[in-house]
């Protein structure tokens, strides 16, 4: 078992995944992740429901952070982080990690074929690691990037320092 062989559905959320139309307004969206307490909205087409996009935490603070007041009152489609990475269902957790990482996001909508089954987060998948140590061995293909060395290196002391003192 290791990353590279393990799907993503493994580790995906079908609960809890909000989606909201392109025409609505960012007020709506923050309204609807207040409300179910979540990070993020998906903006579906609304003729067809497919997924095209995706409201953020981020994204309102990004917003909010221009003060323009405006904004919120503008549509979805205009405001979104598009295009809506997505991943095949039949996708692997190491793909997750590199698309997560070259796109610089937290969060992938899993879908099966055009139709969305769900999403995956990176707290997913760091939680997977966490209550799985023998993915961490499947890491060592993964190359960390300089600027992600700190991190990786304060994870694998904290890692360690973990083990250490379960012993």
Same mark, same amino acid.
């Given at each position: !078992?290791?990353?590279?062989?393990?799907?993503?559905?493994?580790?995906?959320?079908?609960?809890?995944?909000?989606?909201?139309?392109?025409?609505?307004?960012?007020?709506?969206?923050?309204?609807?992740?207040? @409300?179910? %307490?979540?990070?993020? =909205?998906?903006?579906?087409? @609304?003729?067809?429901?497919? +997924?095209?996009?995706?409201?953020?935490?981020?994204?309102? =603070?990004?917003?909010?952070? @221009?003060? %323009?007041?405006?904004?919120?009152?503008? +549509?979805?489609?205009?405001? !979104?982080? @598009? +295009?809506?990475?997505?991943?095949?269902?039949?996708?692997?957790?190491?793909?997750?990690?590199?698309?997560?990482? *070259?796109?610089?996001?937290?969060?992938?909508?899993?879908?099966?074929?055009?139709?969305?089954?769900?999403?995956?987060?990176?707290?997913?998948?760091?939680?997977?690691? !966490?209550?799985?140590?023998?993915?961490?061995?499947?890491?060592?293909?993964?190359? +960390?990037?300089?600027?992600?060395?700190?991190?990786? %290196?304060?994870?694998?002391?904290?890692?360690? *320092? %973990?083990?250490?003192?379960?012993?």
């Amino acid at each position: !078992m290791s990353i590279d062989t393990i799907p993503v559905s493994t580790y995906m959320s079908t609960k809890g995944i909000i989606t909201e139309t392109i025409d609505q307004t960012i007020y709506a969206a923050c309204r609807i992740m207040n @409300k179910n %307490d979540i990070g993020c =909205v998906i903006i579906v087409d @609304k003729s067809s429901s497919k +997924p095209v996009g995706i409201i953020t935490e981020r994204d309102v =603070v990004r917003i909010l952070g @221009k003060l %323009d007041a405006a904004s919120l009152h503008s +549509p979805l489609s205009e405001i !979104m982080s @598009k +295009p809506l990475v997505t991943i095949s269902i039949n996708g692997t957790i190491k793909d997750a990690i590199h698309s997560m990482y *070259r796109n610089n996001i937290r969060r992938l909508v899993i879908v099966d074929r055009e139709t969305m089954v769900g999403i995956i987060t990176d707290k997913d998948i760091f939680r997977a690691l !966490m209550n799985n140590q023998i993915l961490i061995s499947s890491l060592g293909g993964i190359e +960390p990037i300089a600027e992600q060395r700190t991190a990786y %290196d304060q994870f694998t002391e904290y890692w360690f *320092r %973990d083990i250490y003192h379960k012993q």
